[in-house]
C-alpha cells in the first residue's frame, strides 16, 4: 500500500503546486479553507510518525503555515529521532487542534527531508537564534506534502450519524 501512495506522490509532485489545488473539486476548497484557518488557529501540531516496530510516534512541532497546495514544512534539529523515523518511513500525519472551536485538522501525507542551503533560506523559522544557534547547519527541514485532509470544523462539521470528518483527496485530484 505504501508503494502505491508512493508513486501517487510522485505524481503529485510532478504537477505544479497550482495544478493539484486547481483540481480539487470545487465542494473540496470550502473545506482546503476550513482547514487553513484551523491549522492557523492552532499553530502548534502534533507530528506523527511510524518508528522501526511500527509504532506511531507524536511530538509537538511548531510548523509554517500551508503553501497554496497546502504543503507544510518543519524544522528540527539534524539528529532527531523524527528524521531516523522519516526515513524508514516517509507516511506522517499532522494533527492540528483548536478545541476552544471543536475543530482539527489531520494531513495525511509523505515526508521528505531537506538539508540543502536554499530551503533553509527560504524556510528560516523566525525563533531560529532561540531554538537553532548553529544555523544553518544545525538547521533540517521536513516538507509534508498531502495525500489525504480530514476537517472538522462550525464551518464545515462531520457527518451527523457517523461523525466521519469531512476529507479531501489529494492524490484523487492528481488522477484528474
Not at 5 to 18: E, P, T, V, Y
Not at 117 to 124: C, D, H, N, V, Y
Amino acid at each position: 500500500m505504501f508503494a502505491a501512495m508512493g508513486i501517487l506522490l510522485m505524481s503529485a509532485d510532478a504537477l505544479d503546486a497550482q495544478d493539484v489545488v486547481a483540481k480539487v473539486a470545487a465542494s473540496d476548497r470550502e473545506k482546503l479553507a476550513a482547514a487553513r484557518a484551523v491549522m492557523s488557529s492552532a499553530r502548534y501540531c502534533a507530528l506523527i510518525t511510524v518508528d522501526d516496530a511500527d509504532r506511531p510516534r507524536a511530538r509537538t512541532v511548531d510548523p509554517f503555515a500551508p503553501t497554496n497546495d497546502m504543503t507544510v514544512w518543519v524544522a528540527t534539529l539534524p539528529g532527531t529521532r523524527k528524521l531516523d523515523q522519516i526515513r524508514g518511513n516517509p507516511n506522517v500525519t499532522l494533527y492540528y487542534s483548536d478545541p476552544e472551536a471543536g475543530s482539527y485538522v489531520t494531513l495525511m501525507g509523505s515526508a521528505r527531508i531537506h538539508d540543502d542551503l536554499e530551503s533553509k533560506a527560504k524556510w528560516k523559522h523566525p525563533d531560529v537564534e532561540a531554538f537553532w544557534p548553529d544555523y544553518p547547519d544545525g538547521y533540517t527541514l521536513i516538507e509534508v506534502r498531502p495525500s489525504w485532509l480530514e476537517v472538522v470544523s462550525p464551518e464545515v462539521g462531520a457527518n451527523e450519524q457517523t461523525w466521519r470528518p469531512q476529507s479531501v483527496d489529494f492524490d484523487d485530484a492528481v488522477k484528474r
